[in-house]
């Protein structure tokens, strides 16, 4: 594809961490991006619509003319407890809007010609000391059983377009999420590690992710490719490399497991997460990380 080509690319769940950083880059990239928001306030009916995927409420002049379909719509899985209802939030977030996306394109005629489909490193098991490639089983527990549940939505889209799922590891961004969240207490003095510090975090730095889902759209590559970077590192490595870049001692204990449990419930399972994933399949194709190691992306993302 040309550095002039124009897709018209139609974003579901934009306005979040990784969702901004990747339409900078996509119009960056030349191409011509629209935005669905369940905030009201925040459409224009220009660039930014609003729709409201659980009433099945959607402006179908909105996939008009899309060439491509990108849906990260879904509720931070480690925002609150793992309560029933929190569970069914969770699952409904991601569903329902892939739901109504594929009834809107299937049954308007539209001409999409790929649908991009967010998903986890979750899919896999948790614990795992072997590499994870595409055609690894998946995991057991919740949050694997609602990745799958996710991806099986998005496998609909195969009956009408190209469809690629994107199975991403920890993103590091220096506005939210993982790393941000590590440095805080590491500035205040206050940084410790969850656990034996030995679990092993397959990362991506935010800016490789969004060139990588360009990658996707630019090469039309379908299939299931997992995003992470070439070196994986013990989140205790990560919590140095952190110190050592905001000149901070790294020196309060390691937070035990009893302590995790009572602080986050069902959820600390997944501050234990060891995966290591592969990510050949996606190196195969040609993209190339600017980010390889998480030395690099923490002195890039925090350094001053």
């Known amino acids: 594809m040309c550095l002039g ?3 018209n690319i139609l974003v579901a769940g934009g306005t979040g961490l990784l969702g901004s950083n990747l ?6 990239k030349n191409h011509n991006v629209i935005l669905l928001s369940t905030q009201k306030k925040k459409a224009d009916n220009k660039t930014i619509f609003f729709w409201q995927p659980t009433k099945k409420i959607l402006p179908i002049e909105t996939i008009k003319g899309v060439d491509v379909c990108i849906n990260l719509c879904g509720a931070g899985i480690f925002d609150k ?6 569970k069914k939030e969770l699952i409904d977030s991601r569903i329902i809007p892939t739901n109504v996306l594929f009834e809107a394109f299937k049954n308007n005629h539209s001409g999409l010609k790929q649908y991009i489909g967010g998903s986890a490193s979750g899919f896999y098991p948790n614990i795992c ?10 995991g057991e527990g919740f949050i694997s059983d609602l990745v799958e549940k996710w991806e099986e939505a998005a496998h ?5 377009c190209t469809t690629t799922i994107v199975r991403t590891g920890i993103v590091f961004s220096d506005k939210n999420g993982f790393l941000k969240q590590l440095a805080t207490p590491v500035k205040l ?3 410790a590690v969850p656990g034996s510090g030995k679990q092993v975090i397959s990362w991506i730095h935010i800016d490789d992710w969004s060139e990588m889902l360009v990658h996707i759209i630019e090469k039309k590559l379908d299939g299931t490719y997992n995003a992470a970077a070439s070196a994986p590192e013990t989140i205790g490595n990560i919590a140095k490399q952190i110190a ?8 309060l204990p390691n937070i035990p497991v009893f302590a995790l449990k009572l602080l986050f419930g069902e959820r600390y399972e997944l501050l234990l997460t060891s995966q290591n994933l592969d990510n050949e399949k996606i190196k195969r194709t040609g993209f190339q990380f600017q980010y390889e190691t998480s030395a690099q992306a923490i002195q890039n993302l925090l350094g001053t």
């Open 5 to 7: 080509y124009m897709s």
């Open 23 to 28: 339409i900078t880059k996509l119009k960056q």
């Open 81 to 86: 407890g793992f309560t029933a209802e929190r």
């Open 129 to 138: 000391e072997s590499k994870l490639n595409e055609d690894s089983t998946k």
């Open 156 to 160: 609909q889209f195969e009956s009408i």
């Open 189 to 191: 003095f206050a940084g």
């Open 244 to 251: 050592n870049v905001l000149h901070r001692p790294l020196f």
